[in-house]
């Protein structure tokens, strides 16, 4: 698959927020947007007038909060439909989830882990394919963070993977969350991104979160990214390239100049993977090079 068919935008990216109308966003700060489509289906008057303003200037990529793939409710294909209308309103990008759950007889209001099992492996699956095959389209599932693995079977990686592998779907790579569940759950991060199956990373978020205890950190989208997240990112981009990388902020977000600090980070951390890439190529036998392997 090639780099301009896998990534649906470049760059780095924000979370676009209700609370930044006003601010001046330009292409300058920030490379694409994202948003929860929940937050934004049916929504008219002067905030449906700003959202427009913003989807018609910048590239867009939704990520869910409700679709509960792993919930024991039937799938809510009615919401599936309305994320479809309202990604073709807006010419989204790209349409992501969470593997988790988050629903039972009702919305629970939290994302909950699904068992690392082979039974729900292939419940998830199924469910997957079911909304890739209302919206025609393939859709990323993000890797959560998650605090209990109930009745586990088999490592979150290994869960993971069997899942992108039978639904046939895409990953959103969560970097925070692989550090948080590391430490939490104590695995090597590292040996967990690159365990990850490259060709299905549609692109990635950044993010912080809170420091509960010393092996306790709960993932909160409230406070800047750490540095041990920044270095696993640039791991990232040496093990899979410069690839697209969205900055979450959900709570306590400060003024835009401080986030779009943080999207400049990226940016540079981008700009450095890409130029080591380059370098790296122009190392390689001239033999190698001109069979592009």
Known sequence: MSESHQYPVQGAGLG??????????TPEHVDFLEVAPENW???????????????????????????????????????VHAIKQFMRDHNIRCYSEHLSYCSDQGHLYDLL?????????????????????????????????YYAAPGQEMSELEFLNAVLEEADCD??????????????HRYDPEAFLLGLPAERIRYAHVAGHFDEAEDLKVDTHG????????????????????????????FNIPPLPELCEEVARIRSFQASAACGARGANLLRPAAEVSHGR
Request: aromatic fraction near 10%; proline fraction near 7%.
């Open 223 to 250: 406070s800047p990214v750490i540095d041990p997240v920044w270095q696993l990112l640039q791991r990232a981009y040496r093990a899979f390239g410069p690839i697209p990388t969205l900055l979450e902020r959900d």
């Open 41 to 79: 289906i049916g929504v008219g008057g002067a905030y449906g007038r700003w959202f427009r303003e913003f989807t018609e200037r910048f590239p867009f990529v939704i990520h869910g909060l409700s679709l509960s793939i792993g919930a024991p409710d039937p799938l809510d294909e009615q919401l």
């Open 16 to 25: 676009l927020r209700r609370s930044m109308k006003g601010e001046i966003l």
């Open 113 to 145: 882990p699904i068992p690392f099992t082979e039974e729900a492996v292939h419940y998830v699956a199924g469910r997957i394919r079911r909304v890739q095959e209302i919206l025609e389209q393939r859709i990323a599932m993000e890797n959560v963070s």
């Open 171 to 184: 990953l959103l790579l969560d970097v925070n969350n692989i550090y948080v569940n590391a430490i939490n």
